[in-house]
C-alpha cells in the first residue's frame, strides 16, 4: 500500500463515526462523579483544587469505559492513585528545574509505553496519567499544594469508585452479554452447517466469553449460577455440531440421514438461541417444545448410526447441560474452587512485570513503541518551550495520547484528536464569548461537556475528542484561564503533537508486514500441537491428559487470532511486501483453518479411557508434531514447508490410512438374506475406524494447501 493510500485510509477511520450501543446510565453515573467533585472543590477549596480533582474523577471515569474484565472500582481506583503519584512526583522534580522534569517525563513515558505489554488497559491507563500529569504539574505553587492537588486527584477516583460500588449499573451485565454472544455464535454456527457443511467458525466469542469467566475469589463467590457452567458446555458443544454435519465423519451427503442432521441442527441452534436470551436477560430459558422433540425423538437411531449417531445423542445430552445451567437459581452461587480465577489487582502487579521485561528485548515492538513516544514527548517539550505560545505542555500531551503500538492507530487518532479539537474548542469559544460564564457557570458547562463525551465515548475517537476540548476550556475557564489564552495555543499546540506523533512513527516504525511469516509459522506450530495433542487421545485413551488438549486448543486459538490481528495491522501499513503476499496469506490462513477444524472434528469422537489404543495413532502424532514443528521453522525461513513424513505414514498400511471419498451410507435392506452375517453392533462409547482414517486424509490435504500456499 502507498503512503498517499495509507493515509486517506487513516484519515477516513479517524474522522469516521460508529454506530455502536450507548450505556446512558453508565455515563450518568460518571457525570455524577465528576459533578460532585467539581462541586465540592468550588465550595471548600476554591478553583485550583477543584480543577485538579475533576482531572481525577474525569480519568478515572475514562479508566472504567476501557474493555477490561476487571472491576471497575478498581480500574478508577488505580487510574485515579496513579495520577495523584505521578502529579505530585512531577511537581516535586519539575518545580525546581526544567532539565530534571525532562528527564522525569522520558522515563515516566518509557515505563507508560512499556506497559502496554501488560495489555491495552494498562497501556491506555499508564498514558493518560502522562497526559494529564502534563497539566496538573503546573497548577501547584508549592510543595504542600502540591500535595493536597494530588490527594484531590485521588479523591477525584475514589468518589467515582464508591459510586460504582453504591450504584451498580446491570450488574454482571458485560459478562452476561459475553456467555450470550458464545451461545448464540454457536447458534449461528449449526444454522450454517444445514447448508454449508464445512462452514468455517470464528472462535473469538469463546475467548471472549472465557476471558469474561475469569473472576477474582471474591466474584466467584457472588456470580450467578448461570454464569458459570453453560461456556464449558458451549465449547464441548461446537466440534459436535462440526463432526455431525461434516460428510466425511458424519452422514452422508445426501438421503434421510442428511436430513435428520439438518433437522437435528436447527433444532440446536433454537435451543441455543433460547439459552442465550435467557442469560441474556436473566430469565428462565423458554426452549421451543418442537425442537425439544427433535433431539429426544427415537427415529434418529433408525436414520443414524455410528459416528453420526454418537454425535447426536452428545448434542443432546450437552443442549440438556446447557439449558439446565442457563437456568437462573435464587440463592445458587457458583463454586470458587471450579471457577477461572484472575488475581487481584495488587496479585496482577507480578505478571505484569513479567510481560515488561520479556518485551525489553530488540526487535520487541512495544519496546520500539516506548522508545518512540519517549522521543516525541520529550521532543514536544521541548518545542512547546521554544514556541511562541503558552500552555507549552499541549504539544506532548497530544502526542502521548494519540501515539499506539500500530501504525493505522496513532494516524487515525492524530487526524481524529487534530479534527476534534478544533470543533471543539470553536463551539467552546462561542460559548464562553455569548454566555461569558462565571465560575460555577463554567463548572456546570464542564460537566456536561464531560457528561456529552461519557455517553458518546463508543461511537469513535473524533467525537470524544470534541467535548474533551471542550472540557478542557471550560474547566480552565473555571481555574481562571481566559479563553484567548487557551483555544489559539491548544490548537496549534495539538496540530504540533499530532505531527510529531506521525512523524515519529514515520521515521522509526514497528511494521507488522516483515513479521507476518513469524506469526503464521507460530499458528502452524500451535495448531500443529493441538492435533497432535487430539491424536494422543486416540493412541491412549487411558493414560493420556484431558487437560493436553484443551491447553493446546487454547494455545492454537490465541496464535490464530494474533495472526488475523497482524494480518489487519498490516493490511493498512505504508511498506512494500516484505512478509507474504496477500493471496498468500489468505490461502494459508484458510488452511491452517482447515486443519484446525479437521483436529476438532477428531476430537468430538475421543475414545472413552476403557477402551484400547488405536493402532497407529501414536505413530500419526508424533509424525505430525515434528511435520509441524518443521514447517514453522520453514516458514519462518522462507522456504516451502514438506510433508514427507505425514505421507509416507499414512501411506503404510499400519497407519490410519485416509479415506479418498466419504461412501454413502447404503439404505437397508428391507429382507436380509438368509446366509448374511450381521455386523456387532457398535461400541458407544468406541470411536468409529472411518472418523480417524477420514479426518487424518484430511489433515495432510490442509498442510498440502499450506505449501501450495505458500509456494512462489
Request: charged share 20%; glycine share 8%; net charge positive.
Amino acid at each position: 500500500m502507498s503512503w498517499l493510500r495509507a493515509l486517506k485510509d487513516s484519515v477516513r477511520s479517524g474522522l469516521a463515526v460508529e454506530r455502536a450501543s450507548l450505556e446512558p446510565l453508565v455515563a450518568l453515573r460518571a457525570t455524577v462523579g465528576l459533578a460532585i467533585v467539581i462541586g465540592a472543590g468550588l465550595a471548600l477549596l476554591g478553583p485550583g483544587a477543584a480543577v485538579s480533582s475533576a482531572f481525577g474523577a474525569f480519568m478515572a471515569a475514562v479508566a472504567t469505559f476501557q474493555k477490561s474484565w476487571r472491576p471497575r472500582p478498581a480500574l478508577a481506583l488505580s487510574s485515579g492513585l496513579t495520577l495523584a503519584v505521578s502529579t505530585f512526583t512531577g511537581y516535586l522534580v519539575g518545580s525546581s528545574h526544567t532539565v530534571l522534569f525532562l528527564a522525569l517525563l522520558a522515563v515516566w513515558t518509557f515505563a507508560a509505553g512499556m506497559m502496554w505489554a501488560a495489555g491495552p488497559t494498562a497501556g491506555v491507563i499508564a498514558s493518560s496519567n502522562v497526559a494529564i500529569m502534563l497539566v496538573t504539574v503546573t497548577l501547584p505553587a508549592s510543595v504542600p499544594q502540591a500535595a493536597g492537588h494530588a490527594a484531590m486527584i485521588a479523591a477525584g477516583g475514589m468518589v467515582q469508585a464508591l459510586l460504582i460500588v453504591l450504584f451498580p449499573v446491570r450488574r454482571w451485565g458485560a459478562r452476561r452479554d459475553a456467555l450470550a454472544d458464545a451461545l448464540a455464535a454457536e447458534a449461528d454456527y449449526a444454522r450454517r452447517l444445514r447448508h454449508d457443511p464445512v462452514a468455517p467458525f470464528d472462535p473469538q466469542p469463546l475467548m471472549r466469553a472465557r476471558a469474561a469467566a475469569a473472576v477474582t475469589p471474591r466474584e466467584a463467590r457472588r456470580r450467578p449460577a448461570e454464569l458459570h457452567g453453560a461456556r464449558g458446555s458451549a465449547e464441548r458443544i461446537r466440534p459436535v455440531l462440526a463432526s455431525l454435519a461434516d460428510p466425511a465423519v458424519g452422514a452422508p451427503a445426501e438421503g434421510p440421514a442428511r436430513d435428520r442432521v439438518r433437522e437435528l441442527l436447527a433444532a440446536a441452534a433454537a435451543v441455543l438461541d433460547a439459552a442465550a436470551r435467557a442469560i441474556r436477560r436473566g430469565e428462565p430459558v423458554r426452549a421451543p417444545a418442537p425442537a425439544l422433540a427433535v433431539l429426544r425423538s427415537p427415529d434418529t437411531a433408525g436414520l443414524l448410526d455410528g459416528a453420526p449417531l454418537r454425535a447426536a445423542h452428545r448434542l443432546a445430552a450437552l443442549l440438556d447441560d446447557v439449558r439446565e445451567t442457563a437456568e437462573p437459581v435464587s440463592g445458587r452461587t457458583a463454586d470458587p474452587g471450579e471457577s477461572l480465577l484472575r488475581p487481584t489487582l495488587p496479585g496482577s502487579v507480578p505478571p505484569a512485570l513479567k510481560a515488561v521485561r520479556a518485551e525489553l528485548r530488540p526487535g520487541s515492538p512495544v519496546l520500539r513503541h516506548a522508545v518512540r513516544v519517549t522521543a516525541v514527548a520529550c521532543a514536544g517539550y521541548f518545542l512547546g518551550h521554544a514556541l511562541p505560545f503558552g500552555h507549552a505542555y499541549w504539544a506532548p500531551m497530544a502526542s502521548v495520547m494519540v501515539m499506539r503500538p500500530d501504525f493505522s492507530q496513532t494516524y487515525a487518532r492524530a487526524v481524529a484528536r487534530f479534527s476534534g479539537t478544533l470543533v471543539g474548542v470553536a463551539v467552546a469559544t462561542a460559548v464562553v464569548q455569548s454566555a461569558q460564564p462565571g465560575m460555577y457557570l463554567s463548572g456546570l458547562l464542564a460537566v456536561v461537556s464531560a457528561g456529552l463525551m461519557y455517553a458518546l465515548m463508543r461511537t469513535g475517537y473524533a467525537v470524544t475528542q470534541v467535548f474533551v476540548s471542550a472540557y478542557v476550556v471550560f474547566l480552565l475557564g473555571m481555574g481562571g484561564a481566559r479563553w484567548d489564552q487557551t483555544v489559539p495555543d491548544r490548537v496549534a499546540l495539538t496540530l504540533v503533537g499530532g505531527l510529531l506523533a506521525m512523524v515519529g512513527y514515520a521515521v522509526y516504525p514497528a511494521w507488522e508486514t516483515p513479521r507476518l511469516r513469524a506469526r503464521l509459522a507460530d499458528w502452524l506450530a500451535a495448531v500443529g500441537g493441538y492435533a497432535a495433542a487430539v491424536l494422543g487421545q486416540y493412541a491412549d485413551p487411558a493414560g493420556a491428559r484431558r487437560a493436553d488438549v484443551r491447553e493446546a486448543l487454547l494455545a492454537a486459538r490465541d496464535a490464530r487470532i494474533a495472526w488475523q490481528e497482524a494480518l489487519a495491522r498490516a493490511a493498512g501499513e505504508p511498506v512494500r511486501h516484505r512478509g507474504l503476499s496477500r493471496t498468500a496469506a489468505e490461502g494459508a490462513g484458510d488452511a491452517l483453518a482447515a486443519l484446525g477444524r479437521n483436529a476438532m472434528l477428531l476430537e468430538a469422537h475421543l475414545p472413552d479411557r476403557a477402551h484400547p489404543p488405536v493402532p497407529g495413532a501414536a505413530a500419526l502424532a508424533r509424525a505430525l508434531r515434528e511435520a509441524t514443528e518443521a514447517g514453522a521453522k520453514a516458514v519462518r525461513e522462507r522456504r516451502v514447508p514438506r510433508w514427507d513424513g505425514v505421507r509416507a505414514l499414512l501411506a503404510d498400511g499400519n497407519a490410519p490410512a485416509p479415506a479418498a471419498t466419504p461412501r454413502p451410507h447404503p439404505a437397508p435392506a428391507a429382507h436380509p438374506a438368509p446366509d448374511a452375517h450381521p455386523d456387532p453392533a457398535p461400541d458407544p462409547g468406541a470411536p468409529a475406524r472411518d472418523v480417524l482414517r477420514g479426518a487424518a486424509g484430511q489433515i495432510l490435504d490442509s498442510l498440502d494447501e499450506v505449501s501450495r500456499a505458500l509456494r512462489p
